[in-house]
């Protein structure tokens, strides 16, 4: 079944959007010092956004197993990695998330839970924002818009709704509040093939919006561009604005971004256990491979230092240079500056 499923992805990768990337040449970029994980434990999720890089939806079965969490967990430690980011799918509907949080947390790491918010409200999960405020694990959570027409039309019907439910339930905690130190960010796409605006402005926007008409505080606002890859790239090429879209971020590239880009200090892990540049390059599947004939497991990188070899990039690669830069993170001025 995994290997139909991933085959279909493939399929649909090869047909609409990849000749058209790996023709685009970007500039060549190594890694740094190594200080994020980010690890992907599932395709499943309760929703199927139209920006979905993953193509994560409720019929998705792919999750990632407990003996390879405990292969990450052991990455972690071995590799002292600082930040552990993990993501979906809904991350949280893994049935190992909680023991991969707690065990992270035992060794001291950061963890990033890339929260969809209306998980929270799903059976079973009822004292998930407990759990993680008691891990202090720090919330990225993605709101597209702070108005309901846009967010529904872009996640679903009633989905602002239960973002703003499930936002007050994390402020409620502490989330949110510099006092508390329990961080809560937002995450912001564009509707449509069109480079975000600034972050600082819209991150302005955002606070004054969500407090007024619903008394909701939020730390950051992270802007990130529309990797034009899987359902978005297909709904680009569908559309015949994939090539617009493209010309887009080529010609809004500056090579100041090149410095921060997340790839630099972070691997990608899918759910099976492989290693890609990053999260991006896994929806392509472009791995990281050995001798040019073998995928590399991260079992296999338990005590190498992986600082200064090459990243595999290509066309999609300046959606994260474009204009004031995307990353996980949110965007790289800082870094252009």
């Not at 998930?128 to 872009?154: E, G, H, K, M, W």
């Not at 989905?159 to 961080?183: M, P, Q, T």
């Not at 991150?203 to 619903?214: G, I, Q, S, V």
């Not at 338990?302 to 600082?307: E, G, H, T, V």
Request: hydrophobic share 40%; aromatic share 6%; charged share 20%.
């Amino acid at each position: 079944m995994r290997t139909c499923i991933r085959n279909s992805v493939t399929e649909l990768r090869m047909r609409d959007t990849w000749p058209l990337l790996d023709k685009i040449r970007f500039p060549a970029i190594s890694r740094d010092q190594l200080d994020t994980l980010q690890v992907n434990v599932g395709y499943r999720c309760n929703q199927s956004c139209v920006h979905c890089h993953v193509n994560a939806g409720p019929n998705r079965t792919e999750e990632m197993a407990a003996e390879v969490i405990d292969i990450v967990v052991a990455f972690l430690e071995r590799q002292r990695i600082s930040t552990l980011d993990i993501t979906g799918g809904a991350p949280e509907l893994n049935p190992h998330f909680r023991r991969l949080v707690t065990a992270a947390r035992d060794l001291g790491v950061r963890v990033i839970d890339r929260c969809n918010l209306t998980v929270l409200e799903l059976d079973g999960q009822q004292d998930l924002a407990a759990f993680l405020a008691a891990q202090q694990v720090d919330i990225v959570a993605s709101l597209p818009c702070y108005s309901a027409d846009n967010v529904n039309r872009q996640r679903g019907k009633g989905v602002f709704d239960a973002s703003i439910r499930g936002l007050r339930r994390l402020n409620a905690l502490g989330y949110g509040d510099e006092r508390k130190g329990l961080v809560l960010n937002l995450v912001y796409n564009p509707q449509g093939p069109s480079l975000p605006p600034p972050q600082d402005s819209l991150e302005a926007d955002y606070k004054r919006e969500l407090l007024e008409n619903f008394g909701i505080v939020f730390n950051r606002l992270f802007t990130l561009a529309n990797m034009p890859i899987q359902r978005f790239g297909s709904m680009l090429v569908s559309k015949g604005q994939f090539d617009t879209y493209l010309d887009l971020l080529q010609q809004s590239h500056l090579d100041a971004n090149l410095r921060g880009v997340m790839c630099r200090s972070m691997i990608s892990v899918d759910y099976e256990g492989y290693v890609y540049d990053c999260d991006f390059n896994q929806m392509l599947d472009l791995p990281l491979m050995r001798n040019d004939t073998t995928r590399v497991h991260l079992s296999d990188l338990l005590d190498q230092n992986l600082a200064g070899h090459p990243i595999r990039v290509a066309g999609h690669c300046f959606a994260c240079t474009a204009g004031q830069g995307s990353s996980c993170g949110g965007a790289l001025k800082d870094a252009a500056e």
